[in-house]
């Protein structure tokens, strides 16, 4: 079983036949103009929730988890997402204010990494995300929470099918 699952995962197709050009050298300084360029491009190519991505979270003794979110906005260099303080992430976050996050658009062979620390937003803000939510009516959520993740290293990885796949590191707020 293990070795047809193997052979199964092997035959799966990887990249796709088109992907972008990424040339690292006349990448923009402020990364996150470059994040905003591929995130329009994902846009453009229709890719199903673009703004997706995978946050990773720790306990203060290092145990680590992960979960699907939706990018909220980028402000002050802060990326910002939203959810209940007192689910597992809140909790986590509260301990350890330190995450990172995944953005992947396989369709364009594409993955942005970011880590850095974690601040929880006013409740102004915060209400403002709740109200503006599709589907919202009215009701106020005080356990909703707007938060910004303010990276110090983020890694931009463009595949390619020659295998030279292309990584742009940006270390701000280090
Ligand atoms: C594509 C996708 C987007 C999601 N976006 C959010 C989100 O923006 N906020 C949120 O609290 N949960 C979102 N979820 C649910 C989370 O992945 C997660 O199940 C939930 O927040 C509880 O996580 P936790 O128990 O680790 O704190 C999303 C799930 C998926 C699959």
Known sequence: MSESLRAELRALPDFPPDMPDFDAAAAP???VELFLDWL?????AGIRQPHAFSLATATAAGVVSSRMLILKGIENGGWQFA???HSRKGR???ENPQAAMNFS????GRQ???VGGVT???DEESEADWLARPGSDGTVNREWRLYALRPVEIEFWQGRHDRHHVRHTY???A
Request: hydrophobic share 45%; glycine share 0%; no cysteine.
């Open 120 to 122: 929880a937003l006013s």
């Open 29 to 31: 300084d402020d990364p």
């Open 105 to 108: 658009w396989l369709d364009l």
């Open 112 to 114: 942005v990494r970011l």
């Open 171 to 173: 270390r701000p707020n």
């Open 40 to 44: 329009h491009i994902a846009i453009d």
């Open 92 to 94: 986590e976050l509260v």
């Open 83 to 85: 959810s209940s303080e």
